[in-house]
């Protein structure tokens, strides 16, 4: 844990978050501003900066946030509709939170082009 | 492999694609329209039909998924930049070829609100 990151500690339990799905690798928690009529964000229990620090160790949670997709889109009733899952990396992608995290956004049409 | 699925056939070198990485796990390749300067497609070398189909056998593919984005960046030189990263599920996800593909885009500033 980062002790100064927001997402190690909603992991941690200590700091205030809508978790709706949590395992032994990943856990996941609503976007508190949302884009969509459901938006999820997934992140690694442990800490990763980003995709540009991701290292072969962490292959399987980073495997995992797509299991935790797949299930929370079942939950949230989204699996038939569809949805779009979203990483963003550094300054073009757009990173505001620097522990790497997944939106899984769903309940509307996704724009084309895409990016 | 699935006989009828373009990117099978590409993973496996029957179908033209500029590919630009492959490994045991995953194969990469420039997205034939690009929706900017860096636009290039990862998939798992086995046949996923989409993200809703995810098994826990495929953990280490998904993850690799981002191990070769992350690679592929650098190749592409777009580390510091940033990029991101986009998996279509179904249709309000907007995904046309039914074999798990994530997109990887990079080099000009992405929109936000994401979605």
Known sequence: MTTDCI???IVAGEAKAEVVYQ???VTAFRDTHPV???HILIVPNQHITAVSQAEAQHESALGRLFLAARK???MEQIQQGGYRL???TGPNGGQTVFHLHMHLIGGKR???PMG
């Open 110 to 112: 996704m724009r084309y």
């Open 86 to 88: 979203i990483v963003n």
């Open 72 to 74: 929370i889109a079942e």
């Open 23 to 25: 395992d032994d690798l």
């Open 7 to 9: 997402f190690c500690k």
């Open 36 to 38: 969509g009529p459901t």
